[in-house]
C-alpha cells in the first residue's frame, strides 16, 4: 500500500511541476467571433504556436494567459498542411515554453496537456502516449498531405485544447494538441525537426514552400525480385499523372513504382512529401522507378506547391 501511494504521490508531483512551470506559456485564443482555441509561447519576444485550423482564415486574435494578461495577436503565418500557425504578441507577454523532440518519446511515456477546453483557461489533463507514428490528412484547397509522426495519447482533450501543449515530464512542449479522435483518443502534431523547419520558415517568410511533381499516389508493394535488390518491400505506385505538370514533361505514367529520389529511399506517400521540401524547388531530381519489370531513372524539375 505504502509503494501504491508513493507511487501516486509521484506521478501526482510530476504533473503539478509541469503545470506550474508550463502553464503561464498557453494562452487561450479568441478569434473574432468564434469559438476559442489555445496558444503556446515560444520565445521571449512574442512568437506564439498554435494550430492553423484554430485561426482559420481569422486576422483579429487576442490571447489570454493565467497571469491576467489579455491581448492582441498577430498572425505571423498559416500552414494549413501542418496544421500549424504563427503568432505574435507583445515580448515579455509570457514566458516562453522549452521545446523538446517528439522523436525522444516512448509508447507508455507520461504526458500532460494544457490547454484551454470550452474556454476553460489552465485546464490540465495527463496520460500516455498511446501510439506513435500515426499520420493525420491535411487539406488546403485542393492539396491534401499526411501529418508525418503524429502522437496519439489518452490524455482527456476537448473542443478548445487544439493548439495548445502536450508536454512531457520535464515540461517540455512535445506536441501541439490538433484532434480529438474520440473517447480517450487525441492527436498531436509532434516537435521534432520538421516541425522546427516549419516554424523557422513561418517566422522568417509567414508561409512554407513545398516542391511539387505533378502525381497522385499511394504505397504499393514492391516485387519480391526487386524489392529483394533494394532491401525493402514498399513504394509509392503512381496512380495519376497530372497534365503539364513536371511529372508529365519527365514521362512519368500511371503504375511506375517510385522507389527512390535522389538515392533516398522511398516507401510512402509520407516518404516523398517530406523529400519535397523548398531546396527542391526548380533543381532536377533524380527518381528511380520500376516500370514494366525494370528499373529506370527519371529526371523531373519540381515547382513550387501552389494552393
Known sequence: MTTETEALDAYSRVVTAVAERLGPSVANLRVGRRGSGSGVSITPDGFMLTNAHVISGGRRVRASFTSGVDLAAEVVGVDPLSDL????TAAGAAPAAELGDAAALRVGQLVVAIGNPHGFTGSVSAGVVSALGRSLPASDGGTTRLIDDVIQTDAALNPGNSGGALAD?????????????????????????TTRRIVAALMRDGRVRRAWIGIAGGARPVPPRTAAALGRDRAVEVVEVVGGSPAADAGLRAEDLIVAVDGLPVRGVDDLQRLMGEERIGVPVRLELYRGGELREASVRPVELTH
Not at 515530464?169 to 525537426?193: H, M, Q, W
Request: with cysteine.
Open 169 to 193: 515530464s520535464r515540461g517540455c512542449v512535445v506536441g501541439i494538441n490538433t484532434a480529438v479522435a474520440g473517447v480517450g483518443l487525441g492527436l498531436a502534431i509532434p516537435i521534432n525537426s
Open 85 to 88: 500557425a504563427l503568432l505574435r
